[in-house]
């Protein structure tokens, strides 16, 4: 039996309606349909709040929608290294939430430059993922409850730092332009035709390496439709940026983490490390893995994206309060990872997961406050949106068994 046999990806589909509906049959029955559920979803979601309210797309709107998902994405990836572990961190609001506050009252209150007061920010959740990962792997205690310590001692150092202020407005302009700075619309469309330019090299460099290494690649017809969507989606966001206040700064940062990790995970030993603890543990450690480190190292950089969240979110608020991190954006960045398509179950994800999440937590959010609807019925749908990606992940985990790939 060959590769080709058992991943479905590798399969070429017969041509033909019939052929491609037979094909993805095939990939439903052996849990292989990788970010398409999400992307029907983001499709759906769009469609009925555009019904529901003109307004929704709109190049304003969707500009406002990129600007509010920046910090919750920026944290999400930082998740996605979490679970790709088969770990949780429970302590990522509390830590953007002290970070924002340890940048705003050094910068504010102390007189310290803006850049200084930024990396002080990532340097405290760089020093907390230190301290967390350390507690994690020394003395062996579940993720879940260290990080749910952190989430309790981290809220109340944010009290403690801001003290009796309660809120500290930002003027900097180097901390408030990383939210509310916008490049020319010219800018937005060289970049789309730049990235366009590098996935479609890229996909093709990949499948020219494995095929001269003998290896089994994806059909040609399925990499052309995937460089033309992705081109089309991409030009269509430039087209949106453009008609409306040109291309932000928070959502280059954002993307740059998202591409930055993606090829952390998927290009480096490091990456596939992580996925590897995350998938057996324990064999990982038989095959010569250092666990530890590898688990010591990502809760460092899931603290350090959470606090770059943190400040961030800071900079479009123009403000850190003592409500800073709280509410429900924990919850809302756990949904992001998982409804992007990062298994609960480790060893399964990547950073572009957290983009797509996070575009559907965003979308959900941004739709239901231009229709007015109230708090509680927003946590209502969000929890019925993420059970639902947990269970196409379960259902997909059990078709891959089957099929002996997971």
């Known amino acids: 039996m060959t590769v080709s046999d058992l991943d479905p990806r590798l399969l070429s589909d017969q041509p033909g309606l019939a052929g491609a509906w037979a094909g993805l ?9 990788g970010n398409l559920p999400v992307i029907v979803g983001i499709a759906i979601i769009w469609a009925i709040f555009q019904i529901a309210n003109p ?6 709107n969707l500009t406002n929608l990129v600007l509010q998902i ?35 009252v050094l910068n504010v209150k102390q007189g310290v430059s803006g850049p200084l007061a930024i990396l002080a920010g990532l340097g405290t959740g760089a020093a907390i993922g ?61 970049l789309a035709i730049v990235a366009i330019a590098a996935y ?27 460089i033309v969507v992705i081109g089309a989606a991409l030009l269509a966001t430039a087209a949106v940026l453009a008609a409306d206040r040109g291309l932000p700064l928070a959502a280059m940062i954002f993307i740059g983490v998202v591409v930055v990790f ?10 596939r490390h992580i996925l590897a603890v ?16 590898v688990r010591l190292v ?3 950089l899931a603290s350090t994206l959470a606090a770059a969240g943190g400040i961030l979110a800071a900079s479009r608020l123009f403000a850190v309060n003592q409500s800073s991190g709280a509410s429900d954006l924990l919850l809302n960045v756990v949904a992001a990872a998982v409804i992007g398509g990062t298994s609960l179950f480790g060893g399964r994800g990547s950073a572009y997961s957290a983009l797509l999440g996070a575009l559907v937590i965003g979308s959900i959010s941004n739709g239901m406050d231009l229709l007015g609807v109230t708090s509680d019925k927003k946590f209502m749908v969000t929890g019925a949106v993420l059970l639902l990606a947990a269970t196409v992940d379960a259902l997909s985990r059990r078709g891959r068994q089957a099929h002996g790939r997971a």
């Open 25 to 33: 049959r095939r990939r439903v029955a052996q849990g292989e349909l």
């Open 55 to 60: 307004n929704f797309l709109t190049p304003g």
């Open 70 to 104: 920046a910090a919750l994405g920026t944290m999400a990836v930082g998740m996605v290294l979490v679970l790709l572990l088969g770990e949780i961190d429970l302590s990522v609001g509390a830590v953007s939430g002290l970070a924002a506050a340890v940048m705003a």
């Open 130 to 190: 230190l301290l967390q990962g350390f507690w994690v792997t020394r003395f062996r205690i579940p993720a879940f409850v260290v990080t749910l310590a952190g989430l309790l001692a981290w809220q109340g150092a944010l009290l403690f730092v801001l003290g009796e202020t309660g809120t500290v407005n930002l003027t900097d302009k180097t901390i408030t332009g990383l939210a509310n700075t916008f490049f020319i619309p010219l800018d937005a469309w060289l």
């Open 200 to 226: 479609a090299g890229a996909k093709l460099w990949e499948r020219r390496t494995r095929a001269a290494a003998g290896l089994p690649v994806p059909p040609t017809r399925a990499i052309v439709t995937r």
């Open 262 to 271: 993606d090829q952390l995970i998927k290009r480096t030993r490091f990456g």
């Open 278 to 293: 995350g998938g057996n543990a324990e064999a990982a450690h038989r095959a010569g893995i250092k666990v530890n480190n």
């Open 298 to 300: 990502v809760f460092v």
